[in-house]
């Protein structure tokens, strides 16, 4: 889960979830709303900001990076231009 630096997670950690934290100004860029299967409105990360954490997470796996390359490569909905904004 992403959180802004300065953002206090011990609960979040104790479940054994990886927290990554960013720069505030940055933790807003690429948030989209989407409906949950149970009908909830959740926000995630868009592709194009999803793929370039990713790429900048440490100690990615190259087998990942190529999967997430390719589906975005062949996916309708990519927007190449959003790409370069978030390469934060």
């Excluded at 953002?7 to 690429?30: A, F, M």
């Excluded at 299967?37 to 995630?44: F, G, K, Q, Y």
């Excluded at 999803?50 to 100690?59: E, Q, V, Y």
């Amino acid at each position: 889960m992403t959180f802004p630096k300065g953002y206090n997670s011990p609960s979040i950690k104790q479940e054994n979830i990886k927290v990554v934290r960013v720069i505030p100004d940055n933790y807003d860029l690429g948030i989209i709303e989407i409906q949950s299967p149970s009908n909830n409105t959740i926000r995630i990360y868009n592709l194009e900001r999803t793929l370039c954490d990713i790429l900048r997470g440490k100690g990615s796996d190259i087998q990942i990076i190529n999967a997430a390359m390719k589906k975005y490569a062949i996916s309708k909905e990519k927007n190449i231009n959003l790409v370069a904004i978030f390469r934060l």
